[in-house]
């Protein structure tokens, strides 16, 4: 059975930074695109980022670009989103996700 | 950055058969898109119905059918049930990206 556990949330100051971890279970991912995505309180989702580790390719929304990084451990089974120089509009619940299975989630905070 | 639409609200009755659509500010949205549909009902993580077009997953109920309809993707629903009321929300790529419409508030009456 695939799973995957998000962690790291919390709430952070404006200008903070945080570190997202996705624990994957169930399948190897080295082969498999990995996403993170968002969904800020009562409102729809967002695309934020993702990786395929084979071909070393990865994307990002505009609105993260310079700001967040994403990245992958094949030997942990774990994706990472590290965010920097977080703002307001960063608040939100962040899912880690395959294209066909998704965690339950973690928010993110930021605030002062 | 391209955008993304869905119609915003939609109801259908039980039993009954609806059609969601997604449509993409750069033009026709075509295969090469990789139309995806995800539902999410209130209080729970996503889940994903619909990839690459028309493809279930092993836990999509058969009612469910994705299609390419008049240069949009669309979701039908055949069949509608009480417990298909959700949040509806398309997924296109762009070269790399990946934009998320508005979202389809379903309603189930």
């Known amino acids: 059975e695939v799973q995957l556990v998000e962690s790291g949330g919390g709430l952070v100051q404006p200008g903070g930074s945080l570190r997202l971890s996705c624990a994957v279970s169930?399948?190897?991912?080295?082969?498999?695109?990995m996403n993170w995505f968002r969904q800020p309180p009562g409102k729809g989702l967002e695309w934020v980022a993702n990786?395929?580790?084979?071909?070393?390719?990865?994307y990002y929304v505009d609105s993260v670009k310079g700001r967040f990084t994403i990245s992958g451990d094949n030997a942990k089974n774990s994706l990472y989103l590290q965010m920097n120089s977080l703002r307001g509009e960063d608040t939100a619940v962040y899912y880690c996700?395959?294209?066909?299975?998704w965690g339950q989630g973690t928010l993110v905070t930021v605030s002062s | 950055q391209a955008v993304v639409t869905q119609e915003p609200s939609l109801t259908v009755s039980p039993g009954g058969t609806v059609t969601l659509t997604c449509g993409s500010s750069t033009g026709t949205v075509t295969s090469g898109h990789w139309p995806y549909w995800f539902q999410q009902k209130p209080g729970q993580a996503p889940r994903t119905l619909i990839y690459?077009?028309?493809n279930r997953n092993s836990w999509t109920p058969a009612r469910f059918s994705g299609s390419l309809l008049g240069g949009r993707a669309a979701l039908t629903l055949s069949g509608a049930q009480p417990e298909d009321a959700a949040d509806y929300y398309c997924?296109?790529?762009?070269?790399?990206?990946?934009?998320f419409g508005g979202g389809t508030k379903l309603t189930v009456l």
């Open positions: 997924l296109l790529s762009y070269s790399g990206s990946r934009v």
């Open positions: 990786i395929k580790e084979d071909t070393n390719e990865k």
């Open positions: 996700a395959t294209w066909a299975h």
């Open positions: 169930g399948f190897t991912f080295r082969s498999s695109w």
């Open positions: 690459d077009t028309s």
